[in-house]
């Protein structure tokens, strides 16, 4: 479900808050876009209860827009993780152009990762999903940003700590923002990930 952060602060105050972290945001220009990742305080996985937010301008009027998506893993993989060191969560941070559309797994196209992130490593295998007292690693670990099927209503498999899109309709929508900006700016990306507390609304 959308939360509708969007409607509950300005463009400006998502700059400060963006800014006042000592981030960067994008204002040059038309299709410049800012991706912030905003994760909910909830630690029970499996729930599309985070959203996506996408700043940008087009021709000088800034656009808003906001999407459902999970910034965590799914239960499956929590359970089972991939690596012998746990599952990897994706740490807050701003990730400056660590993305490129790309293929995600050769299938469809998708934000793919490109450059280092940081990621907890949550290695207890229960549904919780943890970040004190666990391992944090940077490092290449294919935490794409993609997205799950029609409108999923579970993660289960879907993310392994990837940040996936809940609907393929709002993912549509994305990826046509992204291929006009990579026409004007290239093919890097910057993803910020913060807590929902942080925008202060």
């Not at 499996?46 to 937010?53: A, E, I, T, Y």
């Not at 700043?55 to 929590?78: C, N, R, S």
């Not at 809940?166 to 990826?175: A, E, F, G, Y």
Request: glycine fraction near 8%; proline fraction near 1%.
């Amino acid at each position: 479900m959308v939360k509708d952060l969007k409607n509950r602060m300005s463009i400006a105050h998502l700059q400060s808050i963006i800014e006042g972290m000592g981030y960067t945001w994008f204002s040059k220009g038309d299709y410049n876009v800012n991706l912030i990742g905003v994760r909910n305080p909830n630690l029970v996985a499996n729930s599309f209860d985070d959203s996506m937010l996408c700043a940008f301008k087009i021709k000088g009027v800034w656009q808003l827009k906001e999407w459902a998506i999970t910034t965590d893993a799914g239960k499956f993989w929590l359970a089972h993780p991939m690596n012998e060191k746990g599952c990897a969560i994706l740490a807050p941070n701003q990730y400056l152009g660590a993305y490129a559309l790309d293929l995600h797994r050769g299938s469809y196209k998708a934000l793919c990762q490109r450059g280092e992130v940081e990621v907890y490593r949550d290695d207890n295998k229960d549904q919780i999903l943890d970040f004190n007292d666990v391992t944090k690693e940077w490092g290449m670990f294919g935490i794409n940003i993609h997205r799950a099927g029609d409108d999923s209503k579970v993660v289960g498999k879907w993310s392994a700590g990837c940040q996936v899109m809940k609907k393929r309709v709002d993912w549509d929508n994305l990826m046509q923002i992204c291929t006009k900006a990579r026409s004007i700016w290239g093919n890097s990306f910057t993803y910020t990930l913060i807590k929902e507390e942080d925008l202060k609304i």
